[in-house]
């Protein structure tokens, strides 16, 4: 039985604020502009420009990636991602929240047979180096994740796992311990994948890859550790119909939306802190966060102005950072949004046992559960905020399991679209990273690359 | 022999940004200010309350945590830290600077014999609860960290594993277990010690948390590790030296407090990302956050007036969020500022083999290295928010060793006090997480603690 994430954003509200929050007179005017926005994209979607809505429909995708997945079942302890940005974040995220913790320091029974599965999202050979020597190459399978393959950094990874693996197993067999996942027709990897006859997942090409995460992207690592793909679609299904109204207050994509860009643009909130309260979820905060900045981010509106728009998200993580950022929150500037994303059942829970009856300060705790002392905390958190007239809201999901997620990921990848609405931004496209990846190009020599003037400064300001 | 961390801060001046940055002139002034600045720091250490400054000069404290690790060698498999906050932060950067990748995963024989290090800094039973069920108890250290003994999460932590010792190993076995760091003459842990005769290292009364990662609280950990607790110590007394003058533009902590107080103050932008281009380096971001956020979000200055001020320090990683923030950083309002850490020399580098010579986008990588890439993805990161105007700046290791870390831990910890004078605001008290800790109280039952009356709301704003 499905239940359902509950949204409230009661402390977003002046009523609760001493005035400070947002009035929802306001509130109720976005709720007109929201019909509009509603109506634009569905016209969007039925363009074929928001394909991220029909990845949780597509059922062929699932059943090749769960054939897959049982055909390679026992042969593999080890799946490593290759993949950064949107080709790592959603992985990554699914990984922490519904496999146990720390999943890659059990061993094979603790597994339950499952493989390790690891994430390479970036090129520090410190750190990649000692995994590949102490990887068996034979009983690893490679997950090369890039829509155009030409990614810097997860073809240079490529480049050199493929070596090894050819070094090591032969000219031939270094195919069966590698798959793609990328562009169904065109790019690099699709190439490869058809010229050496190496299996390959798709990548619709109206997926980015921050929306990508109910795609191959996300599924295949999913289901080759065993997490539960069905759930997770069902949950996405559930939230897309839940965010189907075109009435802002049922929709909770929507008002996640609306509150975050009045909180930016009429109360002087650009930061939106994501504040999991739970080890579980942190990485889903990670998630969101590139979700957030790289969609809504932007120098040009639509129609072209220079704006220089995008609010700031950041990840946080209760209990642990009432101890390093909510003094910040608590008593800095008013610049602030925090959300947190609370879990109403704990899976597994520790009572606090006595031990020193006479130490006031210990006594307390005794016949509660750590389970609730973090419940305990997080409301408090969000009370103390409140009186000091900082804006919050929570996401209560039911419990951290596959349809949870699913529903999380769909409200965030929605409200995102709506985001850009409100902001008047195109959130599918990523302009801005362009030049770096050219001065990137130019450095490493790639023909057709210049290196641009260095700047016309004389002066170096340098303390050594 | 030493070699210092290079401050690059060419990107921050106006000069290299079309305008858009800070004028030396402005830096000029500042460094007026500064001198008395300086004073004002001489003064506070002579009165005693900025103890870090000795922490690198206790030899006493270095031997007796030296002479507990060499008696407990061989004894135990794994170290758990239980902290949160200030008790972990330093902890967990050391164990990721200094230790080889992914610690915990690795074999005994990896290992060297050396303990595999936890640290708890969360209090969520899905972490704990199957921690705790694998550990060879009678093989693990408990580290319980808390200066005054009163922390909630930690003292729930520990009466959980006191239990589950005193029911696995017995009555008296388990105070074998057990190591407390807190304060050196009062609080809870300090009287158990003393009446249960558990061994405590001490932090000195006038060491915030945020401040004491080379106190015990960070070298008794790292001495278990086998990390060079003499090399870290010698890094932070070079930096103590460098930071001694009151010229700023000699004075690296002077110069990085001063930009990014005229940053947040004159250019709008009271957004710190702090951005490691190395994976080893990401939790010393991690470190800085609290470090910067608890000691400058402040609500009122140092005469009283309410003036809610503090700069939001971000986390961020390189080239892994070039794929998620640098879109924002790029494109976004002009409210950041980009603190780079980079390392001149990778220990550890692999070559990019080729492959496919006919693939133009691949060919261009062979014959570098992964260390080279990311490099160049720093260096024209840095060039590309340059040239949009964007302000950033670049704290440059000779390596990743103890000794640089130790400079760069004081040389944070230095700017923080430096910062808090040009804020005019208390960089050392956190009054803002008092209110949080008494509702939880509150919550919890613990006597003396009413339940404040709830918000006098009657609508609720809640979806489901």
């Given at each position: 039985m499905m239940r359902p994430i509950v949204f409230d954003y009661?402390?977003?509200?002046d009523a609760n604020l001493g005035g400070r929050g947002l009035s929802p007179r306001r509130l109720a005017d976005l709720a007109e502009r929201f019909r509009e926005v509603q109506r634009g994209v569905a016209r969007e979607r039925q363009e074929g420009r928001l394909g991220f809505f029909d990845l949780a429909h597509d059922r062929d995708v699932v059943e090749r990636i769960r054939a897959y997945a049982s055909e390679t079942?026992?042969?593999?302890d080890d799946v490593v991602v290759l993949g950064i940005g949107g080709s790592a974040l959603g992985t990554i995220a699914l990984r922490e929240a519904?496999?146990?913790?720390r999943w890659n320091e059990l061993d094979a029974s603790a597994r339950g047979g499952r493989p390790r599965l690891h994430v390479l999202?970036?090129?520090d050979p410190s750190t990649i180096a000692p995994l590949l020597d102490r990887l068996d190459l034979s009983r690893t399978l490679f997950d090369v994740v890039s829509?155009?393959?030409?990614t810097a950094e997860t073809m240079a990874q490529f480049l050199i796992v493929r070596d090894r693996l050819v070094r090591t197993l032969g000219e031939d067999a270094w195919r069966s311990q590698v798959v793609f996942t990328t562009d169904p027709d065109h790019g690099v990897l699709r190439r490869i994948a058809t010229s050496e006859g190496i299996t390959a997942f798709p990548i619709p090409p109206n997926v980015g890859g921050r929306f990508s995460?109910?795609?191959?992207?996300?599924l295949l690592p999913a289901a080759l550790v065993g997490i539960d793909v069905d759930g997770l679609l069902e949950g996405a299904r559930a939230m897309e119909q839940r965010c189907a109204t075109d009435e802002l207050t049922d929709n909770p994509a929507g008002l996640f939306a609306a509150l975050q860009y009045l909180a930016d643009?009429?109360?002087?909130?650009?930061i939106h802190v994501m504040m999991a309260y739970s080890d579980r979820l942190y990485a889903v905060a990670d998630w969101f966060r590139q979700l957030w900045a790289e969609s809504l981010g932007?120098?040009?509106?639509r129609s072209g102005a220079e704006v220089f728009r995008g609010p700031t998200p950041v990840k946080a993580l209760g209990a642990t950072d009432q101890h390093s950022q909510v003094q910040l929150y608590m008593?800095?500037?008013?610049d602030k949004t925090i959300t947190f994303l609370a879990v109403?059942?704990?899976a597994v829970d520790l009572p606090i046992p006595g031990?020193?009856?006479?130490?006031e300060a210990l006594a307390?705790?005794?016949?509660?559960t750590l389970g609730e002392l973090l419940d305990a905390e997080r409301v408090a958190t969000a009370q103390a905020l409140a009186s000091a007239g900082r804006m919050n809201m929570t996401l209560l999901?039911?419990?951290?399991?596959a349809n949870a997620i699913g529903q999380l990921f769909m409200l965030f990848q929605i409200a995102t679209v709506y985001a850009g609405a409100f902001y008047d931004?195109?959130?599918?496209?990523?302009?801005?990273?362009e030049l770096g990846k050219r001065l990137t190009y130019a450095r490493m020599g790639r023909p057709g690359f210049e290196s641009p003037a260095?700047?016309?400064?004389?002066e170096r300001w340098v303390v050594a």
């Open positions: 009661n402390n977003m509200l079942q026992g042969r593999f519904l496999l146990p913790p999202d970036n090129i829509k155009s393959g030409t995460v109910l795609s191959a992207v996300g643009t009429e109360a002087g909130a650009p932007k120098r040009h509106d008593e800095g500037p008013f109403e059942r704990h031990g020193y009856p006479d130490i307390y705790l005794e016949g509660h999901l039911p419990a951290i399991d931004v195109d959130p599918l496209d990523q302009p801005g990273v260095a700047p016309g400064v004389e």
